[in-house]
């Protein structure tokens, strides 16, 4: 039983360009969350999917995006890439309506801005 | 003012020693409040979870409490292994949301 899972691992891109992160959520999981972790800090929640609708959002620009596939899977995009976007985005599956289910988190996106 | 603050940032101990990581949290109500260890460069891993209700969970050498009266919650790490050297992380969830402490940094020595 596989686990969440990322890719890429690792990312370099430059400022202006646009970048696509991947996520597969547990097996049986429906809800994808997204964060995004700078260097010594906790993460910072993005947005979750769940039935392929963005139901939650944090403090993110438009620039961020995502979209989530009817198998469950899901895409962080992100636009306009800033220096500041630097960072490690974590993706996280559970189960929707279920607030006491633990969430899963994958290993990452390694993201660096030049 | 952060909703989730942990103490001490950061904190190296030896290896067989017990230590004691803190939560204070502002945020009330809240549906459950969670630890998780981050190894460097990797995804947090669940520790413990509890409700509300609740005041103590273990899982193996890590024991979590919560006080819902002064609002602090502790995570107990007895006998440390080198293994334990990572981020731990305090997670409380609103009905509404998640939010994040910084962390504390431990670090065990031999």
């Known amino acids: 039983d596989a686990g969440v899972t990322q890719s890429p691992t690792h990312l370099i891109k430059t400022r202006g360009q646009q970048v696509t992160l991947r996520c597969s959520p547990k097996?049986?999981?429906?809800?994808v969350s997204w964060y995004q972790q700078a260097l010594g800090q906790g993460p910072q929640f993005i947005f979750q999917?769940?039935?392929?609708?963005?139901?939650q959002r944090g403090n993110f620009p438009d620039r961020f995006s995502g979209h989530q596939f009817p198998n469950y899977s899901s895409e962080l995009n992100v636009n306009a890439l800033l220096l500041g976007d630097s960072a490690l985005y974590l993706c996280?599956?559970?189960?929707?309506?279920?607030?006491?289910?633990?969430?899963?988190f994958g290993p990452g996106t390694r993201l660096l801005v030049l | 003012k952060n909703q989730v603050e942990q103490s001490p940032q950061s904190l190296i101990i030896l290896e067989g020693k017990n230590c004691t990581l803190q939560?204070?949290?502002?945020?009330?109500?809240?549906?459950?409040l969670r630890w998780y260890k981050q190894d460097t460069g990797r995804g947090p891993v669940s520790l413990t979870i509890?409700?509300?209700?609740?005041n103590t969970k273990s899982n193996g050498r890590y024991t979590a409490t919560l006080d819902a009266d002064t609002k602090q919650s502790s995570l107990h790490i007895t006998a440390s292994q080198l293994s334990d050297s990572a981020s731990y992380i305090c997670?409380?969830?609103?009905?509404?949301?998640?939010?994040f402490g910084p962390g504390t940094s431990l670090s065990v020595i031999p």
């Open positions: 996280a599956s559970s189960l929707g309506g279920t607030r006491l289910e633990t969430q899963y």
């Open positions: 097996s049986g999981h429906d809800t």
């Open positions: 999917y769940y039935e392929e609708e963005e139901r």
């Open positions: 939560c204070n949290y502002t945020v009330s109500p809240f549906s459950n």
């Open positions: 509890m409700t509300f209700s609740e």
């Open positions: 997670v409380v969830s609103p009905y509404d949301k998640v939010i």
